[in-house]
């Protein structure tokens, strides 16, 4: 199967949502799923990019510019997930490859501890480790 790689579009909302699901999130409602996609395409901070084979979307990747006033700015990969029935073929590789290939400077991941899996995955593809945080959050 070949799966190809391309900026998202207004029209995948349905297959993004689909694959979403795959975060261990429920289903947004279609017309959340849309005004959340449409802000995305819109925006000049983010990129979205799709993994499909045809018109089935097997997997995306979310990425935001960051800027910061005593740092250099960088983009952050905020969100990637592959349909399960589509992983270990290189889908998830293909759409960091390309979010790294389409922006210059520095590229940055969060992962949670737990997530051996997803540690090792970026490491494998050069990512190095620079810094343990705890997140915050109010209500």
């Not at 959340?32 to 084979?53: F, G, K, Q, T």
């Amino acid at each position: 199967m070949d799966h190809q790689i391309r900026t998202a579009t207004l029209s995948d909302v349905n297959g993004i949502n689909a694959v979403s699901i795959h975060l261990g999130y429920a289903a947004l409602p279609s017309h959340e799923a849309i005004r959340n996609l449409r802000l995305i395409i819109e925006s000049n901070a983010d990129s979205l990019y799709v993994s499909h084979i045809g018109d089935v979307i097997t997997g995306w990747l979310h990425l935001i510019y960051a800027k910061r006033l005593a740092s250099p700015s960088f983009v952050e990969i905020v969100g990637l997930v592959v349909d399960p029935n589509y992983r270990r073929q290189g889908v998830a590789k293909a759409l960091v490859e390309r979010a790294i290939a389409s922006h210059s400077g520095t590229v940055r991941v969060r992962c949670n501890e737990k997530r051996l899996d997803s540690r090792q995955f970026y490491q494998a593809l050069g990512f190095n480790k620079t810094k343990t945080q705890h997140v915050f959050k109010l209500r």
